[in-house]
C-alpha cells in the first residue's frame, strides 16, 4: 500500500482517479535515455526562442510560436519550422545552424552550444514527440519501477531514485553513521544540534525502532514547529516593518504565533491556507483564523504624507498577485504585470484577475490618510488591526485560570494573590495586530503596460489562470478569497499544483534541493524535475494523507535515500557534480537563524520559550542612524529575551540585523523560496566578533571548564567543548591546534595585564581573581574557533 498513513488504499486510488491521473513505467535499464521535450528541449527553447516566438503576442516576430506544437510543426507552404524525423528539412536546424542570419540572432545576447544543437537534431530526428509543459499538467500517479537491489529501499521513495541509479550504473552512498544521522535530523526538523546525552543515547540505543522513535520524538517537538516557521516566513515575506519610505514598525507578532501553533498542532495545510487567505470570511471565525487573515497585510506598504492612492492600489495588488501565485502555484506571474509572459501561457489579464480575489479587502486607511494616529507613529497604525493575545500568551492564560481555579478554596493565600497578579498583567498585555476585513469589492481593471494613470483597459472579474483551471460560477456571485483558497487545494481544482510545490520545498528543507531545482518558479525558465514520477507520486501522497506535513517530511527523513553519506565519492564528481541523481545526502551550512540558535544551544544560552513579541539582540551602535520618518536608534533588549531564537529577532526590511544579513537571510520583501548561499569573510568576522557569539563563547568556555573540574587538561576541556560543538571528540591534530591557541590567548592576556598593572602602579603579582580571569578569556578564545568552525555550522 502507497500511502500507510491511515488512508486505504482504494481511498488513494480514488484520489488519483479525480486528478485524471494514469500508469507510467521507468525506462528499461541500461538503455539510453530518449529525449524528453520537457527535461531536454523545451528549456533550450524557452531560454532562448520563447521571448520573440513564444506566449506574449504583442511582440512575437514572425507570428511564429514555437511554444506550441501547432505553431512548430506547421506547414509553412515551403518548408515547416519542424518537420517530425527529419532535422535536415526542418527549417530549425538550417536556422539555429547558419552562419548568415543565425537564430537567436546576435544582438539578443543569446546562442546555443553545441551540445543544445545536438540534443534538438536527435529530438526531431526521433519524431519530435512533443509534451504539454509539465508543470500544467496536475500530478498523475505511477507505478513503482523496476529495480535490481530489491533489498535497499526501505520505503517507496527510495525505488524511484534507485531505479535512476542503477539507469545510470551508478551505486547510492553507504548510510551514514549514527552521529551524523542524529545531527541530521536534529538540524533538519528542528533547527538546533543535538546534545551529547542525546547523541550518546542513540549511538548505544540497539533497539531496531531507534531512528523511527527518534523522528518521532523530534517532529512532536515544539522546536519543530519554530523550525519549519522559519521556512514559511521567507515564503510569505514576514517582516516587523513597512519597507517602504520610513520602514516604520508594524504590528504582526501574532501571525507568527499563529504559524507556529499551525506546525506545531499538525494543521491540516489546506486549512492552513484557507486561514490566511479568506480567515475572515469562514463562518464565525476563531481568534486564530482572524489573525491568519494577517497574511493579506504582509506585504511592504507606503506611509509617505504624499503618497497617491491609486497608485499604490496598483502597487499592493501586484504585490499579492507575485506572493500568493509563487507562494501556492509556484509560477513567475508578477512578470504579466504590463505584457503577458514571455514564457508562459499566463496573460496580463489573468494577472489582473488574480488581484481582484484581494479587491475587497480593506486596508487602505494609510493611503487615504484617515487614520486616526499621524503617520510617523511607531508603531504606525495599519487599520484594520485587532486588539489580541498570541496563541501562546493564551495558552499560558489557560494554565494560570486552571491553577487559580485550584486554589480558590485557600483564602488568604499568598501564592493565589501572586497567581492573580500575574493573570491580570497578561490579560491586560494585548497587542495590535494587523487582520483582514471584506468590504465591497473595488473595480479591477487591466492596467496597460502596468500603467496606474491608464485605466482604460478592460475590467475583470476574479479567477485563476486558464492553464491551471477555472473556478467554476456560483450564479451570479463574485467568487472570493475563500474560493481561492478552496480551489488552491481542491484535488479537482489546484490542488494537485499545490501539493506539487510544496512537497518539492518539503524535499528541499530535507535533501537540499529540491527534485526541481528552482523551488520559486515551476516554469518555462525553472527547471524540470530531475525525477518527475518521484514528484507527481509525493504530490499525491501529500493530498492523500490529508495535507499532512509531517506524514510527509516523515515518509522523506525514513527513506534510504535521505540517510545516505553526503561524502562525495571521486565518480560522482564527474558524472553527477550537483548530485541531482540523490547518489549521496547534501552537506551545505545551516541557515542564519540556525547559525545563531546552534552557538547558543552549544553554550547553553538558548532560552527556549514559544512565541511572544519580536526580540532585539546585540547590534552595532549607530545602526538606524540613517532611518528617519521618525529618526529612531535602535533599543536591544536585556536579560533573558537577548537569547530568544533566531525566529523571533526583530526583522527590519531595509537594516535587516547585520549577523542575520552576513549569513543569507532575506530582507523579505519579496517571496523567498530557497535562500543564497555565500561564504564570505563577513561571516567569519560575525562569528568572531558579534556580541551573541563573544558571549556564547565565553559562557562555553566557563561551562566546559567548571564541568571538566580543576584538575582536567586542555585536552580533556577541549574535547568536552567538541562533543557539544559537533557531537565528537577532537582529533589530534585539533587538539594541537586548539592547545597552541590556548597557550598565545593566555600570553596575549597575561601581557594585557602586565601592561595594566605597570600603569596602575600594582605589583605585578596577579590575584587569584585574576589569575581565573585570565584563564577564562584564553579559554573563551578557544571557544571563539570552536564555534568558528565549519563542522559547528554545517549538515552533513
Known amino acids: 500500500m502507497r500511502c500507510p498513513f491511515a488512508l486505504s488504499s482504494a481511498n488513494f486510488y480514488s484520489l488519483a482517479i479525480v486528478l485524471s491521473l494514469g500508469a507510467n513505467v521507468s525506462t528499461v535499464s541500461g538503455q539510453q535515455r530518449a529525449i524528453d521535450y520537457n527535461r531536454d528541449v523545451r528549456p533550450i527553447l524557452s531560454d532562448n526562442c520563447f521571448f520573440c516566438h513564444g506566449p506574449d503576442a504583442a511582440h512575437r516576430e514572425a507570428d511564429l510560436r514555437l511554444d506550441q506544437q501547432q505553431g512548430a510543426k506547421a506547414d509553412l507552404g515551403e518548408y515547416a519550422v519542424v518537420v517530425a524525423g527529419d532535422a535536415a528539412a526542418s527549417e530549425m536546424m538550417a536556422r539555429i545552424t547558419s552562419t548568415d542570419e543565425p537564430m537567436p540572432p546576435v544582438e539578443s545576447g543569446k546562442s546555443l552550444t553545441a551540445k543544445e544543437v545536438a540534443t534538438l537534431r536527435r529530438w526531431i530526428d526521433e519524431g519530435a514527440v512533443w509534451s504539454d509543459a509539465w508543470t500544467y499538467l496536475p500530478p498523475r500517479l505511477h507505478e513503482l519501477p523496476n529495480i535490481e537491489r530489491s533489498d535497499w529501499p526501505l520505503n517507496w521513495v527510495d525505488h524511484f531514485l534507485l531505479a535512476r541509479l542503477e539507469q545510470e550504473n551508478l551505486t547510492p552512498a553507504a548510510e551514514a553513521d549514527r552521529v551524523t544521522l542524529i545531527r541530521r535530523l536534529h538540524f533538519d526538523l528542528i533547527g538546533l544540534p543535538p546534545s551529547p546525552a542525546e547523541v550518546a543515547e542513540f ?54 504565533d499563529y504559524v507556529i501553533h499551525a506546525f506545531a498542532s499538525n494543521l491540516p495545510f489546506d486549512q492552513f491556507t484557507r486561514e490566511q487567505l479568506a480567515g475572515d470570511l469562514l463562518s464565525e471565525p476563531t481568534t486564530d483564523q482572524l489573525i491568519a487573515s494577517g497574511y493579506n497585510r504582509l506585504l ?15 502597487i499592493y495588488l501586484a504585490d499579492r498577485v507575485r506572493n500568493v501565485s509563487q507562494v501556492w502555484m509556484g509560477a513567475t506571474l508578477g512578470c504579466a504585470q504590463c505584457h503577458d509572459h514571455k514564457y508562459d501561457p499566463l496573460s496580463t489579464e489573468e494577472f489582473y484577475a488574480l488581484g481582484a480575489f484581494f479587491a475587497d479587502i480593506d486596508d487602505e486607511g494609510h493611503l487615504r490618510h484617515d487614520e486616526q494616529l499621524g503617520q510617523n ?87 485563476v489562470p486558464a492553464i491551471f483551471g477555472r473556478i467554476e460560477e456560483n450564479g451570479a456571485q ?74 510527509l517530511l516523515k515518509l522523506l527523513v525514513m527513506s534510504r535515500a535521505y540517510r545516505q553519506s553526503s561524502l562525495e565519492r571521486p565518480e560522482l564528481r564527474q558524472r553527477d557534480p550537483h548530485n541531482r541523481l540523490v547518489a549521496r545526502q547534501a552537506r551545505y551550512r545551516l541557515p542564519a537563524e540556525m547559525v545563531r ?43 533573558r529575551r537577548q537569547w530568544r531564537r533566531g ?54 568556555a ?72 585570565q584563564m577564562l578569556a584564553a579559554w573563551t578564545g578557544v571557544a571563539r574557533a570552536v564555534l568558528n568552525m565549519n563542522e559547528t555550522l554545517s549538515r552533513n
Not at 300 to 314: D, F, I, P
Open 300 to 314: 511592504q506598504t507606503s506611509h509617505e504624507g504624499g503618497v497617491q492612492l491609486k497608485e499604490y492600489r496598483a
Open 203 to 256: 549511538v548505544n540505543d540497539p533497539s531496531p525502532r531507534a531512528y523511527e522513535q527518534l523522528v518521532d520524538r523530534l517532529l512532536a517537538s515544539s522546536s519543530y514547529a519554530e523550525r519549519m516557521a522559519i521556512y514559511w516566513l521567507d515564503l510569505v515575506r514576514f517582516a516587523d516593518t513597512v519597507g517602504y519610505h520610513g520602514d516604520q514598525p508594524h504590528s504582526i507578532w501574532p501571525y507568527r
Open 647 to 700: 525566529l523571533y529577532v526583530h526583522w527590519q526590511r531595509q537594516f535587516l540585523h547585520p549577523m542575520l544579513k552576513a549569513f543569507d537571510a532575506p530582507s523579505r520583501e519579496e517571496c523567498t523560496a530557497q535562500r543564497p548561499m555565500s561564504n564570505t569573510p563577513l561571516a567569519a568576522l560575525v562569528l568572531l566578533n558579534d556580541p551573541t557569539f563573544v558571549e556564547s563563547a565565553r559562557v562555553l
Open 702 to 773: 566557563a561551562s566546559t571548564m567548571a564541568e571538566s573540574g580543576d584538575g582536567a587538561t586542555p585536552s580533556e576541556i577541549i574535547d568536552k567543548m567538541f562533543l557539544r560543538a559537533v557531537s565528537r571528540r577532537a582529533d589530534a591534530y585539533e587538539r594541537q591546534l586548539l592547545t597552541e591557541l590556548l597557550v598565545s590567548e593566555r600570553r596575549h592576556f597575561a601581557a594585557h595585564l602586565e601592561a595594566a598593572r605597570e600603569i596602575t602602579a600594582i605589583g605585578l603579582a596577579p590575584t587569584d581573581a585574576e589569575a581565573d580571569a
Open 597 to 639: 540558535d546552534a552557538a547558543l544551544t552549544i553554550s547553553g544560552l538558548l532560552v527556549k520559550e514559544l512565541g511572544g513579541p519580536s526580540v532585539k539582540p546585540y547590534q552595532p551602535a549607530g545602526i538606524y542612524r540613517h532611518l528617519n520618518f521618525p529618526e529612531r536608534k535602535y533599543e536591544q533588549d536585556d536579560g
Open 377 to 463: 507613529t511607531l508603531p504606525t497604525p495599519r487599520s484594520p488591526e485587532r486588539e489580541v493575545l498570541g496563541y501562546y500568551q493564551r495558552e499560558e492564560l489557560a494554565a494560570l485560570d486552571t491553577a487559580i481555579a485550584k486554589l480558590a478554596d485557600r483564602p488568604g493565600s499568598d501564592v493565589l494573590a501572586l497567581l492573580q497578579a500575574e493573570r491580570d498583567t497578561l490579560a491586560n498585555a494585548k497587542s495590535r495586530t494587523m487582520v483582514s476585513e471584506s468590504s465591497q469589492p473595488r473595480e479591477v481593471r487591466v492596467l496597460p503596460r502596468g500603467n496606474w494613470l491608464d485605466e482604460t483597459g478592460p475590467m475583470v472579474e476574479p479567477n
Open 478 to 551: 463574485r467568487a472570493t478569497r475563500l474560493d481561492l483558497a478552496n480551489w488552491l487545494t481542491a484535488a479537482g481544482g489546484g490542488g494537485g499544483f499545490t501539493a506539487r510545490v510544496m512537497v518539492n520545498r518539503f524535499w528541499y528543507m530535507m535533501f537540499g534541493q529540491g527534485i526541481a531545482s528552482d523551488l520559486g518558479d515551476f516554469g518555462g525558465q525553472g527547471q524540470p524535475p530531475d525525477h518527475p514520477e518521484l514528484l507527481d507520486d509525493l504530490a499525491i501522497e501529500f493530498m492523500a494523507s490529508g495535507w499532512n506535513v509531517k506524514h
